[in-house]
Every structure is written in structure tokens, then in C-alpha cells.
């Protein structure tokens, strides 16, 4: 709903903000005062899409497009606003994942974690403008999620993924996120071109 707190942002900024931009903002604040400064990997399917959306029409009709609002509805957007309030000189990548979703997310911080300690992942979502609905499915709400992720010697939850190709699959099919906030342990998320197995185990 907007909501989330993102009092360490300069007033102005807070005021431009979308709800999805502030949930990301918010969620990766607390990751980082936690963790630390750290590379990020940023995943969002179609990230500022009302945004965006908004924009086509003003331009369909004629009008000018406003510098502050396509600076805000690039894909990126979030990304170097965050970067620069923080005063983070390390890098980020912003992914949309195609067919894989956030599982590229994974593997994207998997290879960054060859080479540093911990990696941040920021994903964040919202329901796409309903002209868009016959063509992909969307978020039904607006949500952001920030985990850090360490090397396999770190303590805390360990998740494994398997990937393999798509096949049929009977039920039980499940979004990481939603399984994760329901407290499941494991599963598999059935995509349009692999199957991906997953599970969480405390150590």
C-alpha cells in the first residue's frame, strides 16, 4: 500500500516513489543495515510496469514524456536510487529472468559468490495494468523481499536448487517466494522451460 518505511530517503525522493519502489527500497535497507554493504542482484519480471504503462499513454495522445518519470520507470530505476542513497560503490545487476523468474536471480548471485563473501538479492513485484492480462500472468499484489546469501560454510537456512527440463507435472507446483513465506521447507516450481527443485535446510 506505499507504506513501507523509507525514512532514510530524502523527503522529496520518499515523495516520488511508487509503492513497489518504496517496498524494494524499504526491504533492502534493513538486508543491508543487517549484512552490511555488499554487491546486489536486483530481479523484477516487468519491474515499473504502471509506471510505464502510464507513460505509453501520454505518449499514444500526444504528450511530451516527463524526464523524472521515465528516470524512475527504468528498469534500473530502483537500482541506482538505491546505490546512490546508500553510498554503495559496489556493483549491482538488474535482471528480469525471462522464462527462468527469479531462478536467475540464483544464479546470477551463485556466480557472484565465487568471488565475494555474500550477495544480496532484492526481488520485487506488482500486479501488471489489467490491458496486459490475456498476455502473462502477474503478481496479484505489490511485494519485495531482500535476502542475503553467503557461501555454503555460512550459517543459517542452506537452499539447494536443481534445475532440469520442463516436464508435466501433477500438482504441487509452487512460486519460492509464496512456499517460503508459508513456511515450506521444499518443492518444485514448474516454468515454461525447466522444472526447478528447491529445498531449505537449518544448519
Known amino acids: 500500500g506505499g507504506s513501507a518505511d523509507v525514512d532514510f530517503l530524502p523527503m522529496m525522493q520518499r515523495r516520488r516513489l511508487s509503492p513497489l519502489a518504496r517496498g524494494a527500497c524499504a526491504v533492502a535497507w534493513h538486508a543491508r543495515r543487517a549484512g552490511g554493504d555488499m554487491p546486489v542482484v536486483y530481479f523484477s519480471r516487468h519491474g515499473e510496469s504502471r509506471y510505464y504503462f502510464e507513460m505509453l499513454q501520454g505518449m499514444a495522445a500526444g504528450e511530451a514524456v516527463s524526464p523524472s518519470r521515465f528516470s524512475l520507470c527504468v528498469h534500473n530505476a530502483v537500482a541506482g536510487l538505491f546505490s546512490i542513497q546508500s553510498q554503495s560503490h559496489l556493483p549491482y545487476v538488474c535482471l528480469a529472468g525471462g522464462t527462468e523468474e527469479l531462478f536467475a536471480a540464483f544464479v546470477e548471485a551463485g556466480g557472484q559468490l565465487l568471488e565475494v563473501p555474500q550477495v544480496m538479492v532484492v526481488c520485487y513485484e506488482q500486479p501488471l495494468p489489467e490491458v496486459y492480462g490475456r498476455y502473462v500472468s502477474s503478481s496479484p499484489m505489490t511485494w519485495a523481499l531482500a535476502m542475503v546469501l553467503g557461501r555454503e560454510e555460512a550459517s543459517g537456512l542452506r537452499l539447494h536448487l536443481a534445475r532440469n527440463r520442463a516436464v508435466d507435472c501433477n500438482g504441487g507446483s509452487s512460486t ?22 528447491w529445498s531449505l535446510q537449518h544448519v
Open 176 to 197: 519460492l517466494i509464496h512456499a517460503i513465506a508459508d513456511g515450506l521447507l521444499e518443492g518444485y516450481t514448474a516454468l515454461e522451460r525447466s522444472l526447478w527443485r
